[in-house]
């Protein structure tokens, strides 16, 4: 991700404060909050920086959190020990058998906007279902639709948008789905239409756009995150009909 080459800062307020990946998290942890135990074990299986680990340990949850990028890791950990939450991150593979979290067992494994970045994704996530113990929950999202594909994405280093159905097919055998948002419609996606139209007209970079906004944030520019929140949050209402920038999946493991 070409954000893992910016400075430490940069990251940490980028990954830390983004409106969508805030909201993101507070459907997860709902979603979690309704069918794991409070002192739940759960991985967070392609963590990045630690945003989501450091939500899930806050809230009660016994978290571990892997990444092969190790300077991610590195990062997350400072901001963890920082802000004095219980969450360990490790930098590995997670197919490598002598890892830590290979001993699995947990009560569930996260992975949230991470398959779209890798190739074998069908390999990614049927690991994660192995460290899962029998009744376990599967939660996963990714970006959807791949008629959205943009310059976006491209920055953020997607190899692809999936369509509902080829997602939902990983899953058939050995998963009782049980629960399926999408996020991001109306106002993400017609903020999302409108920013990368406005981008193409006037010849402007996003790279320069994204950087400029997390490394100078002037008081409009945290206005228009406050209210790009809130408006995610009306997106929300919508967030059973099939029309989003994002699709989260919770499963449980027959």
């Known amino acids: 991700m070409q954000v893992y080459t910016q400075e430490d800062e940069l990251i940490e307020r980028w990954q830390w404060n983004d409106p969508a990946l805030r909201n993101l998290s507070d459907i997860v942890l709902g979603l979690l909050h309704k069918v794991c135990q409070p002192r739940a074990r759960i991985l967070d299986l392609g963590c990045g920086s630690g945003r989501l680990s450091a939500d ?4 009660g949850f016994q978290v571990d959190g892997i990444d092969v990028e190790e300077r991610a890791i590195a990062i997350g950990q400072r901001i963890l020990a920082r802000r004095g939450l219980d969450a360990r991150l ?8 002598n890892h830590p979290v290979a001993v699995g067992g947990y009560d569930a494994v996260v992975c949230t906007e991470v398959l779209e970045h890798v190739g074998p994704w069908r390999e990614l996530i049927g690991r994660g279902g192995e460290l899962l113990r029998p009744g ?10 791949p008629h959205q594909f943009s310059v ?9 948008r999936f369509r509902d159905a080829a997602l939902l097919s990983a899953f058939q055998q050995g998963y009782q789905q049980f629960a399926i948002r999408w996020l991001g419609f109306p106002s993400m996606r017609t903020i999302v239409a409108l920013y990368t139209t406005a981008l193409k007209l006037s010849g402007g970079s996003h790279a320069q756009q994204s950087q400029a906004l997390w490394r100078e944030p002037t008081l409009a520019r945290r206005l228009y995150l406050a209210i790009f929140y809130r408006l995610l949050k009306f997106d929300n209402l919508f967030s059973r009909l099939p029309l989003g920038t994002t699709i989260v999946v919770c499963m449980r493991k027959r």
Do not use: E
């Not at 490790?90 to 058998?97: E, R």
């Open 152 to 160: 976006l994405d491209t920055y953020a280093g997607h190899k692809r």
């Open 136 to 145: 376990g929950i599967l939660l996963v999202s990714v970006p959807r639709d």
């Open 90 to 97: 490790y930098a590995g593979d997670v197919h490598d058998p």
């Open 56 to 59: 899930m340990a806050a809230a």
